[in-house]
Protein backbone atom coordinates (compact mmCIF):
# COMPACT_ATOMS: atom_id res chain seq x y z
CA UNK A 1 0.00 0.00 0.00
CA UNK A 2 2.81 2.74 0.66
CA UNK A 3 4.33 2.06 -2.82
CA UNK A 4 1.04 2.75 -4.23
CA UNK A 5 0.96 5.61 -2.37
CA UNK A 6 4.54 6.72 -2.93
CA UNK A 7 4.30 6.45 -6.75
CA UNK A 8 0.55 8.06 -7.11
CA UNK A 9 1.71 11.34 -4.80
CA UNK A 10 5.33 11.39 -6.33
CA UNK A 11 7.24 10.96 -2.65
CA UNK A 12 10.38 9.61 -1.80
CA UNK A 13 10.83 7.57 0.57
CA UNK A 14 8.13 5.34 2.20
CA UNK A 15 8.03 7.66 5.50
CA UNK A 16 6.90 10.07 3.46
CA UNK A 17 3.67 8.08 2.62
CA UNK A 18 3.15 7.21 6.00
CA UNK A 19 3.14 10.70 6.83
CA UNK A 20 0.43 11.50 4.37
CA UNK A 21 -1.65 8.63 5.55
CA UNK A 22 -1.48 9.18 8.73
CA UNK A 23 -2.57 12.91 8.03
CA UNK A 24 -5.30 11.95 5.92
CA UNK A 25 -6.69 9.67 8.46
CA UNK A 26 -6.33 12.50 11.31
CA UNK A 27 -8.13 14.84 9.41
CA UNK A 28 -10.98 12.03 8.12
CA UNK A 29 -11.22 9.83 10.99
CA UNK A 30 -10.25 11.19 14.31
CA UNK A 31 -13.35 12.79 16.56
CA UNK A 32 -12.83 16.37 17.19
CA UNK A 33 -11.94 16.48 20.29
CA UNK A 34 -9.03 13.94 19.94
CA UNK A 35 -7.64 15.97 17.10
CA UNK A 36 -3.77 17.73 18.58
CA UNK A 37 -4.29 21.25 17.95
Do not use: C, H, W
Amino acid sequence: MLNIVKAKFGLKDKSQAINLVVNEYEKTSLEPNLRPE
